[in-house]
């Protein structure tokens, strides 16, 4: 018993701050454009999105939309991240997200994962970083429903210049759970996009998304690819 209190006790010094001396900061990001898939197969392409930061912490909601004429591909993601006072060089984070993706034969995914990150570097031009966690999935997959549980790894890279800055988030969820008829639900997410600030808070975005399961035989489609024209905007807010 105590052991367990003095586990809580050092948990709560190392990510504790003062919020009345760490104001918050809010930003809102929203975008739209044509997403491409299968060669000649055009759809639409949608993008909100709604930060919270302050020094210590960093909280998102994203929406993401993928229209096309017989499939969707449609996700909501909130993220919560806390860097560590003492050990300002690691950050624990909680995701939460609902998927429906038609693509991979997805009708409705209920997905969360909590875990530890690292700083592999952090400057004011952008930053690197690395995730281990557990996940889980609740789903109606390939017509079953059941949870799943996965090992995560995560490695992000955002670089940023003055007109130009890239992005890629590479994500791999490992089953860790039993196989059920066979299938292998492990998956590898890859995200990548170009920024080009044009004119004030205006950018254009020309991005790749594409999920690759463990178990191939149920996704023969190609990568998303995607050209959308975005704003950004600080609000007002406070806390």
Do not use: C
């Amino acid at each position: 018993m105590t052991q367990k209190y003095f586990l809580l006790f050092t948990f709560t010094v190392l990510w504790a701050h003062d919020s009345k001396e760490d104001p918050s900061k809010w930003k809102i990001y929203l975008r739209g454009g044509i997403v491409s898939m299968d060669d000649n197969n055009l759809g639409g392409a949608t993008y909100s999105r709604l930060k919270r930061t302050t020094g210590h912490t960093f909280q998102d909601v994203r929406f993401f939309g993928h229209i096309f004429k017989e499939d969707q591909d449609i996700r909501v993601r909130y993220k919560f991240s806390e860097i560590s006072m003492s050990l300002p060089q690691f950050y624990n984070f909680t995701t939460v997200s609902f998927q429906r993706n038609s693509l991979v034969n997805v009708d409705l995914r209920y997905h969360y994962n909590q875990g530890l990150g690292l700083f592999l570097s952090n400057t004011d031009s952008g930053n690197m970083t690395a995730e281990m966690g557990i996940a889980y999935d609740m789903s109606d997959y390939l017509e079953d429903t059941r949870k799943t549980s996965y090992l995560k790894t995560a490695f992000s890279y955002d670089q940023n210049t003055q007109n130009i800055s890239t992005k890629l988030e590479l994500e791999h969820f490992h089953q860790i759970s039993d196989i059920v008829n066979e299938n292998n639900l492990s998956r590898f997410q890859i995200l990548g996009e170009l920024h080009w600030s044009f004119y004030k808070n205006l950018k254009l975005i020309g991005g790749i998304y594409q999920e690759l399961p463990g178990d191939k035989s149920y996704n023969d489609k190609q990568a998303l690819l995607y050209l959308t024209l975005a704003f950004n905007k600080p609000l007002k807010w406070h806390h």
